[in-house]
């Protein structure tokens, strides 16, 4: 019902940005970032909501920053002084308890010398 469609991965240096967006098919109340990393379990990264309310995991905050332009349902996800333990796949989410849960197809993000 909701669909996602992220860009912005790619490989960077330790230390260096990406900007990663989601842009979903219709408004969700929540929408956000969650990643990866092979032989791991889905973790959050950080999340949204329409009213701006955001929610950050630890080992993101005062990194990175999400936004979100509500007019374009798209959500966007700053990440400055990426480390290699950033490296993962990256899935755009969105959701509410009306809709359901809703997930990219992901966007693989290395950070690596």
């Known amino acids: 019902q909701v669909q996602l469609v992220e860009s912005g991965g790619g490989l960077v240096q330790p230390g260096g940005s990406l900007r990663l967006s989601c842009a979903a098919s219709?408004?969700?109340?929540?929408m956000g970032w969650y990643r990866q990393a092979p032989g791991k379990q889905r973790e959050l990264v950080a999340t949204?909501?329409?009213?701006?309310?955001?929610n950050y995991a630890d080992s993101a905050k005062g990194r990175f920053t999400i936004s979100k332009d509500n007019a374009k349902n798209t959500v966007y996800l700053q990440m400055n002084s990426l480390k290699p333990e950033d490296t993962a796949v990256y899935y755009c989410?969105?959701?509410?308890?009306?809709?359901?849960?809703?997930w990219g197809q992901g966007t693989q993000v290395t950070v690596s010398s």
């Open positions: 949204i909501t329409i009213g701006g309310s955001t």
């Open positions: 989410y969105a959701g509410s308890l009306a809709r359901g849960t809703y």
């Open positions: 219709q408004s969700i109340f929540t």
